[in-house]
């Protein structure tokens, strides 16, 4: 009983503070929305600010390690490079003679189908040429 006493005094204690609280005029409830609204927004530009900073220090010490990176491709590659030219300009004459002398070996063999061929008519020919001399004689 006397809890509920107690709950309906704080009730009515909570609704009157309230109210008090509450008298404030629209005008002073709008100037300090917008003496928040301006703290937030310079806070979010020093914020965006900050990032900005950062990023362009990320990106500078990004584009310092490519530039290292570089550096030592390349003198890894000009170590290699000597190496590796030597080997494709091998590789590359392989292919480069293999081809010649697929087209040697080819030719020559289309060379001697033609010669078969050409030995083959001529022989025709001679045996027609003598089959008609013994016909005519």
């Known amino acids: 009983m006397k809890a509920v006493k107690y709950l309906i005094i704080a009730f009515l204690f909570g609704t009157i503070v309230l109210s008090a609280q509450s008298g404030k005029t629209n005008k002073s ?15 979010e530009a020093q914020l965006n ?8 220090k990320q990106l ?3 584009q310092e390690y490519k530039k290292t ?5 390349d003198k890894f590659s000009n170590q290699r490079h000597t190496e590796w ?3 494709e300009y091998a590789y590359e004459m392989d292919k480069l ?15 001697d189908y033609y010669e078969n061929k050409i030995d083959k008519l001529a022989n025709n020919k001679r045996e027609i040429n003598d089959e008609m001399k013994v016909a005519l004689n």
Do not use: P, V
């Not at 409830?29 to 806070?43: C, F, H, P, S, V």
């Not at 600010?49 to 362009?56: G, H, R, S, T």
């Not at 003679?97 to 060379?111: I, P, V």
């Open 60 to 62: 500078k010490e990004l």
């Open 85 to 87: 030219y030597k080997q």
């Open 49 to 56: 600010d900050a990032i900005l900073e950062l990023e362009k």
């Open 29 to 43: 409830l709008k100037q300090e929305y917008i003496a928040i609204t301006k703290k937030q927004n310079k806070i």
């Open 69 to 73: 990176m570089y550096a030592r491709l």
């Open 97 to 111: 003679n293999s081809f010649k002398s697929f087209q040697r070996r080819e030719r020559d063999l289309t060379m």
